[in-house]
């Protein structure tokens, strides 16, 4: 039997810049994002593309909440669609992976 554990990630987003993007005013705001499913849907999304159905798998939730999430993320420009059904994180996440670059 094969046991797994559905372990979040819980990340600090901070976001610069005024929102005014191309003359339109779109607000993006750390709070639509700072819910834990969104943030795991940013990290599963953010080194290759992923669908509803794959980040439902590694977030360990339904493929409605996802949906919802993901149309939310999609509004915000915080995910782009890469190809048909598959979602791509379209900002950068510095991780401890990478941190360690920027010391």
Do not use: H
């Amino acid at each position: 039997m094969k046991e797994t554990a559905l372990r979040p990630v819980k990340m600090s987003i901070n976001i610069y810049g005024n929102g005014n993007y191309n003359g339109t005013t779109i607000p993006f705001s750390s709070a639509y994002i700072d819910d834990a499913l969104s943030q795991n849907i940013l990290y599963y999304c953010y080194t290759q593309p992923g669908t509803i159905e794959e980040l439902a798998n590694a977030c360990g939730v339904p493929a409605y909440y996802i949906e919802e999430r993901v149309d939310n993320l999609l509004k915000r420009e915080a995910i782009v669609e890469v190809a048909k059904g598959k979602y791509r994180t379209d900002f950068i996440i510095w991780s401890d992976k990478y941190g360690w670059y920027c010391d």
